[in-house]
């Protein structure tokens, strides 16, 4: 299985720093996991254009942050429920499940590989 993430790439943004990586890494988790539980929770019932619009804001504030640390699959997971975000709400479910999947491999990995 391939890593959930590429250190490389964190590296090549911020250098061999690895106070500044525990750092950023936490912080990323922290934000990340903050704009899924939102959400989650606040996963309309009917279709809603201000959550539509948040959905989509948040979706891409995760995919910039995930690109910049090398979790490229977590990216294209959120890549692809950002393009969506007008979708039935049946579909954005699913979406939001495979983004919440992809991250927490990647925050399990983190942990795992003592990271953050």
């Not at 959550?51 to 948040?58: C, E, F, P, S």
């Not at 393009?83 to 795992?112: G, N, P, W």
Request: aromatic share 8%; with cysteine.
């Amino acid at each position: 299985m391939n890593a959930p993430f590429d250190i490389n790439e964190l590296r090549a943004n911020i250098g061999d720093e690895p106070e500044i990586e525990r750092m950023l890494l936490t912080s990323f988790m922290e934000s990340c996991s903050a704009s899924l539980d939102w959400l989650q929770t606040e996963f309309p019932i009917t279709q809603n254009d201000s959550y539509d619009l948040t959905w989509k804001n948040h979706m891409h504030q995760i995919k910039g942050a995930a690109l910049n640390i090398g979790a490229f699959g977590l990216q294209e997971a959120t890549k692809h429920a950002e393009d969506h975000y007008q979708a039935a709400l049946a579909v954005r479910k699913m979406l939001l499940s495979e983004v919440i999947t992809q991250f927490d491999v990647l925050q399990h990995f983190i942990r795992e590989n003592s990271l953050a």
